[in-house]
């Protein structure tokens, strides 16, 4: 049971627009704390997507974007390609637990 | 550009000790929290800790009695210990770079490196 909560899975066409939640409480996302995105093809690496919410480190396509309100935050894909079919995750700092917390993950399908 | 390779046993026996090292190019230790991740079989990502140049560390909780994260500044290196393992504790694990802005993200990662405990 992850501490942030992520839909199991998204699925869309290529070109279309996909958004995938982030969902925390008052002790992680709603205290403040910043969420990062990363992105992960199988058998590979996790790849830093998005930090501080909505900021993408160079090489990543603004096609990416991260938004953050209240107790969740989202990552929208927009102008889907193959190669975004992957898996992603959140991450954000949880007080109660004085640590660095992840999202379950969700797969990206790109149909 | 700053590249991280893990090192060590793929096999570690039951009620043993896991020890793994990260060994640091393009770069220097000082500045980051270095850190520790892992991923079982099929599952998500999870964090195991982190060691700052300072000195100072921070453990997950879940973790935390078994854990040692060390750095040696002499040899760009940083390492992992778990001791007592299980099977619970096979995994892919990854060692990666803490930046701390806002919180700590990880921005550069090793390729990984799999661990099984049997």
């Known amino acids: 049971q992850s501490v942030l909560t992520q839909p199991p899975s998204v699925s869309a066409a290529p070109g279309q627009r996909v958004t995938i939640s982030c969902t925390g409480s008052s002790p992680n996302i709603g205290a403040g704390f910043d969420v990062h995105w990363y992105k992960q093809v199988p058998g590979t690496a996790p790849k830093l997507l998005i930090y501080?919410?909505?900021h993408r480190p160079s090489g990543v396509p603004d096609r990416f974007s991260g938004s953050k309100s209240g107790t969740s935050a989202s990552l929208a894909i927009s102008g889907l390609q193959a190669e975004d079919e992957a898996d992603y995750y959140c991450?954000?700092?949880?007080?109660?637990?004085?640590?660095?917390?992840f999202g379950g993950g969700t797969k990206l399908t790109v149909l | 550009q700053v590249q991280l390779q893990e090192s060590g046993p793929g096999l570690v026996k039951p009620s043993e000790t896991l020890s793994l090292t990260c060994t640091i190019s393009g770069g220097f230790i000082n500045n980051f929290y270095w850190s520790w991740l892992r991923q079982p079989p099929g599952r998500g990502l999870e964090w195991i800790g982190y060691a700052s140049y300072s000195g100072s560390t921070n453990y997950n909780p879940s973790l935390k009695s078994r854990v040692t994260i060390s750095i040696d500044t002499s040899k760009n290196q940083f390492s992992l210990k778990l001791n007592s393992v299980t099977a619970a504790d096979t995994a892919v694990y990854y060692c990666a770079r803490g930046f701390v802005a806002g919180g700590v993200y990880m921005d550069v990662w090793g390729k990984g490196t799999t661990v099984t405990v049997s």
């Open positions: 501080g919410n909505n």
């Open positions: 991450q954000s700092y949880d007080s109660s637990l004085s640590g660095l917390v």
